[in-house]
Nanobody, 132 residues
Framework: RVQVMESGGGSVQTGGSLRLSCAVSGDTTSRYCMGWFRQGPGKEREGVAT??????????FYADAVKGRFTISRDSLKNTIFLQMDRLKPEDTAMYYC???????????????????????WGQGTQVTVSS
């Protein structure tokens, strides 16, 4: 069973930066997908960024709302992914969740996962608040 645990988050002013981390453990395969999702007040959960984990590297995918501001990356030695969030806006305020899915063994499935976040394993979430 795959488990994920987020850390980071907090409160910043508009234009500030935050970095989220997510450690994965358990029965992962050599090719799988991880991602960051968020749910703002009164909104549905939405995809932020996903990364396809493979021996050859990590292909990344982003939601239009965060392109150019957020960066998803990984540390393969530590089985950890990160979400660097720059130029934050009040509309980025949300609970952020890390997710992993060992069954998404193709990069295309990681891209699809942005819009269809039915991932197998989810973290508890970490709050990000951006004030104006």
């Amino acid at each position: 069973r795959v488990q994920v645990m987020e850390s980071g988050g907090g409160s910043v002013q508009t234009g500030g930066s935050l970095r989220l981390s997510c450690a994965v453990s358990g029965d992962t395969t050599s090719r799988y997908c991880m991602g960051w999702f968020r749910q703002g007040p009164g909104k549905e959960r939405e995809g932020v960024a996903t990364i396809f984990i493979s021996p050859n590297g990590g292909e990344t995918f982003y939601a239009d709302a965060v392109k150019g501001r957020f960066t998803i990356s990984r540390d393969s030695l530590k089985n950890t992914i990160f979400l660097q969030m720059d130029r934050l806006k009040p509309e980025d305020t949300a609970m952020y969740y890390c997710a992993a899915d060992a069954h998404r063994s193709l990069p295309e499935s990681c891209w699809v996962g942005l819009a269809s976040p039915d991932f197998g394993s989810w973290g508890q979430g970490t709050q990000v608040t951006v004030s104006s």
